[in-house]
Nanobody, 121 residues
Framework: QVQLVEAGGGLVQAGGSLRLSCAASGSIAFIGTMGWYRQAPGKQRELVADITTSSLTNYADSVKGRFTISRDSAKNTVTLQMNSLKPEDTAVYYC???????????????WGQGTQVTVSS
């Protein structure tokens, strides 16, 4: 199995910054694309940003120019640097990874437990 553990998050004023990190652990054969999603109250979960094994990145239009995703494939970690935060960024942020567990036959999408980000106006 693959476990994802997030760190970071919290309460910040509008215009501030936060850094989220996520570490994958367990019996891992391979990790592909890693990313961050978020879900605000009453809304569907949405992709914030993801990054491939070749470090190609993809961002939601709402966060382009403010958020930066990066990964350390040797350590199986992914980080989301969030700058110029806005109240509308308030949500639970989830780490996700497309991965294959050791002994597995296919890739599966794994999720972290989520971390709350609250941006006050």
């Amino acid at each position: 199995q693959v476990q994802l553990v997030e760190a970071g998050g919290g309460l910040v004023q509008a215009g501030g910054s936060l850094r989220l990190s996520c570490a994958a652990s367990g019996s891992i054969a391979f990790i592909g694309t890693m990313g961050w999603y978020r879900q605000a109250p009453g809304k569907q979960r949405e992709l914030v940003a993801d990054i491939t094994t070749s470090s190609l990145t993809n961002y939601a239009d709402s966060v382009k120019g403010r958020f930066t995703i990066s990964r350390d494939s040797a350590k199986n970690t992914v980080t989301l640097q969030m700058n110029s935060l806005k109240p509308e960024d308030t949500a639970v942020y989830y780490c996700a990874a497309d991965a294959m567990a050791a002994g597995g036959l296919r890739m599966n999408l794994y999720w972290g437990q989520g971390t709350q980000v609250t941006v006050s106006s």
